[in-house]
């Protein structure tokens, strides 16, 4: 159940007109800011305080293979400019940016450039492995930039069949094709930011991954692979569903499907390389399409192929995988919400429609022992909670349990909501914690959020949440050097840190839906 609901969910989190569309301002206030990476020279500039380069090269994207060492070039770059978008199909999470396969970039922002060793946070967007692009507004980084004294990274990795088709056992030697490219470009954007950050006045041994949704999902994957051991210090994953990856059977059964529509034959995928990105993409659209309509997979997903991805996520809480690299990780309260559009019916909305999902994933046993549990089922709130707690919650737990007895794990829940959006029925949904992390206050994003919370509460909401944030990210510890208010998770008391109007640490909350959940396989 979890994977046909979360990727409905994505599906609907594509069209969703609540995400803010990508934006490529052009920069108020420029300034010389010339820095020598590994490759060559780049020009940025300072805005607000800040000193930002976009659209640098990590890697270089040759088609349906692995990413490659960018090359060298002579003179200054400019990097005032955000690169390509991913090629991906039209959304409103890739805005008006032109898309090109030239695509792997990266965007900086650093107080300065000075040689001093800041903390590094990593960011990797969500979009269901379909869409999206780190040059989004909503993930700006000069907010938490200036008020965290740390460099902030955004990347675009390869999605949809560029970045996620399987072509091991294809009846081919393969002629160059790879697998799980989209999280291969996000391990050479690390490799990139271990050998250049320290130029941008960045700790190259003290970098946190982040990310949210199918970013949280990569956060996941990528502890999971051994390949990105010492790549990074901390991992913070936010909605990240660890439950979504496919097996090489679907992998496979997808890719075919994929080169049918193409009228491409399995055993000549070559052809691949050569037909317009134009055509790949429309195809694209009519391969979701019938995911959705014919499969329980609905959007893109890593693959465990046996190479780079060894076991499912929940393997990598294994010491020899993840070390011991401590975690934070959490849900929002409302996460399925926004996916009940009455008018793109992407999901099950009422009690009905559940219970046919739970038929086909679990016991009837099971099904009455979780239903019982949540005492507004089979309202409709209640049928969203128990697939909050289905996609997001419960895994996220599932994870934290397991880890907490050799790392430091720290579980948080936002709850935040406001008359507005408890009134149209989203309440604390899916996303809506990344403005409040990255204090994303201007542009579509920030007239959307101050329509809707007071500028006392954006302030002193955001400060919690930056501060913890930039905190891990310092220290491994949100906390800091401060009192231990936030306690590690673990089995015993189960401390959670509830990020709202008032926010608090709660031991075990919802202690009821979650036993009933002990036990019950659905993935």
Request: proline share 4%; glycine share 8%; hydrophobic share 40%.
């Given at each position: ?8 969910a ?11 569309q ?16 590994k ?20 890697a ?48 900086i ?25 780190g ?9 938490l ?76 994957t ?8 010492g ?14 990856l ?6 496979h ?60 996520i929940?393997m ?15 849900t ?13 019916k ?27 549990a ?9 049928v969203?909670?128990?697939?909050t ?21 720290y ?30 206050t ?6 959307l959020l ?5 500028k ?11 501060t ?17 208010n ?5 089995a ?9 109007k ?6 075990d ?15």
């Amino acid at each position: 159940m979890t994977t046909r609901v979360y990727t409905w969910a994505i599906a609907l989190l594509i069209l969703s007109s609540f995400y803010t569309q990508t934006t490529f301002a052009t920069n108020d206030n420029i300034n010389e800011n010339i820095v020598a990476t590994k490759q060559g020279k780049v020009r940025g500039g300072i805005e607000r305080g800040v000193s930002v380069w976009r659209g640098i090269q990590y890697a270089q994207a040759e088609r349906f293979c692995a990413p490659k060492t960018p090359l060298a070039w002579e003179g200054v770059k400019d990097a005032t400019k955000f690169g390509y978008v991913t090629p991906q199909v039209k959304s409103g999470l890739n805005g008006d940016g032109q898309q090109g396969e030239d695509c792997l970039n990266l965007n900086i922002w650093s107080p300065a450039a000075d040689g001093k060793k800041r903390p590094v946070m990593f960011w990797i967007h969500g979009g269901g492995f379909i869409v999206g692009t780190g040059s989004a507004d909503l993930y700006n980084g000069t907010n938490l930039s200036k008020n965290g004294d740390v460099v902030v990274v955004t990347i675009n990795y390869r999605l949809g069949p560029l970045g996620f088709l399987y072509f091991k056992n294809t009846g081919t030697a393969n002629n160059g094709f790879e697998n799980n490219l989209g999280i291969r470009d996000q391990i050479a954007a690390l490799q990139w930011v271990k050998e250049n950050i320290a130029a941008f006045g960045g700790d190259p041994d003290n970098v946190t991954i982040f990310g949210e949704s199918a970013g949280g999902t990569s956060v996941e994957t990528l502890l999971s692979a051994k390949v990105a051991t010492g790549l990074f210090k901390g991992a913070i994953a936010e909605s990240g569903p660890p439950s979504i990856l496919w097996s090489a059977e679907i992998s496979h059964g997808i890719t075919n499907k994929y080169c049918s529509l193409l009228h491409v034959n399995p055993d000549s995928i070559a052809q691949l390389k050569n037909i317009p990105i134009d055509t790949l993409i429309a195809v694209e659209e009519l391969l979701l399409r019938y995911m959705i309509d014919s499969t329980n997979q609905k959007v893109f997903s890593p693959t465990i192929d046996g190479q780079l991805l060894t076991n499912d996520i929940f393997m990598c809480m294994k010491p020899d995988l993840a070390n011991s690299v401590p975690v934070m990780i959490g849900t929002n309260h409302d996460e399925a919400t926004m996916f009940a559009s009455k008018k793109l019916k992407m999901m099950p909305d009422n009690s009905e429609g559940l219970d046919k999902y739970f038929s086909e994933a679990t016991s009837k046993e099971n099904h009455k022992k979780v239903v019982t549990a949540y005492s507004n089922y089979p309202k409709k709130s209640g049928v969203m909670d128990i697939l909050t707690d289905a996609i997001f919650r419960i895994p996220a737990i599932r994870i934290a349990e397991c880890r907490s007895t050799y790392a430091p794990v720290y579980m948080y829940r936002f709850e935040w909501s406001s008359f507005l959006l408890n009134i149209s029925g989203r309440k604390s949904f899916h996303g809506l914690e990344i403005p409040f992390v990255f204090q994303s206050t201007e542009g579509k994003t920030g007239k959307l959020l101050k329509a809707i919370a007071s500028k006392r509460l954006i302030n002193r909401l955001s400060g919690e949440m930056q501060t913890a944030w930039i905190n891990f990210a310092r220290y491994g510890n949100p906390n800091g050097t401060g009192a231990e208010n936030w306690k590690k998770y673990e089995a015993e008391e189960r401390a959670t840190m509830i990020f709202s109007k008032e926010s608090k640490l709660v031991k075990d909350p919802d202690a009821k839906q979650r036993e009933a959940w002990d036990g019950v396989v659905y993935y």
